[in-house]
């Protein structure tokens, strides 16, 4: 699962330094694995990891679902290969062990770096394949976005408390959270134009959100 954590969390927070990018992708990477216990010997793996966030990255600056598509391909790959990725001891374990926290007593460190690489991917990352998704459903849903501009903003929100409460279990919390969604975008939904564009944009947008950051729970 450490490889699944370098790759997400080199993805998300790529996207989240658009200005710096590639260096902030190449800093999480490197730094990270060797972190985590991947000695210079295993650094290939980095290496590999940083070419599908490369990848990513450029599809994503053109609008092309490629990025993505390497980016699934690559997680499954890597969630099957991981019992043979095994790394050594890692350094940041003393430090993670000292933490004056102690609900992490019982979290193992790569279970914890997991946990941040889905929180960083989750924040803008996902924005691009809910946008993918609406782009695949027709541009006019997309053009909703410019009435609606909450959702960038709302949206990595969401997914924290979606994937938060899944992996704790919270199921109720969960569905409150849906509905409450639904509440306050009915008054928009309902000032909707006879083509349903609107509802079908909030639909849409909400689901693949949703969908993102539940497919992460069961690794936890």
Not at 6 to 33: F, K, Q, T
Request: net charge neutral; no cysteine; glycine share 8%.
């Amino acid at each position: 699962m450490t490889v699944v954590a370098l790759l997400l969390a080199g993805v998300g927070l790529a996207d989240l330094l658009p200005r710096w990018r590639h260096a902030a992708a190449l800093l999480v990477v490197v730094a990270g694995a060797l972190g985590l216990g991947a000695g210079w010997h295993t650094l290939w793996i980095a290496l590999l990891v940083l070419l599908v966030v490369v990848v990513w990255l450029d599809a994503a600056s053109h609008r092309s679902t490629a990025g993505t598509r390497a980016l699934a391909v690559s997680l499954v790959g890597l969630l099957v290969a991981s019992p043979a990725l095994r790394f050594s001891d890692a350094p940041l374990q003393r430090w993670y062990d000292a933490l004056p926290v102690p609900a992490l007593a019982t979290v193992p460190l790569e279970r914890a770096a997991l946990a941040v690489g889905v929180l960083l991917f989750l924040a803008t990352a996902a924005n691009v394949v809910v946008r993918q998704a609406l782009e695949a459903v027709g541009p006019h849903v997309l053009q909703e976005e410019q009435a609606l501009k909450g959702g960038r903003l709302l949206g990595p929100l969401e997914r924290w408390l979606v994937f938060g409460f899944a992996v704790a279990g919270h199921v109720a919390a969960l569905g409150a959270l849906v509905a409450a969604k639904g509440i306050l975008r009915f008054p928009e939904i309902s000032r909707d134009t006879a083509d349903g564009m609107r509802a079908e944009y909030v639909l849409v947008g909400s689901f693949v959100s949703w969908t993102l950051a539940l497919v992460a729970a069961p690794l936890f």
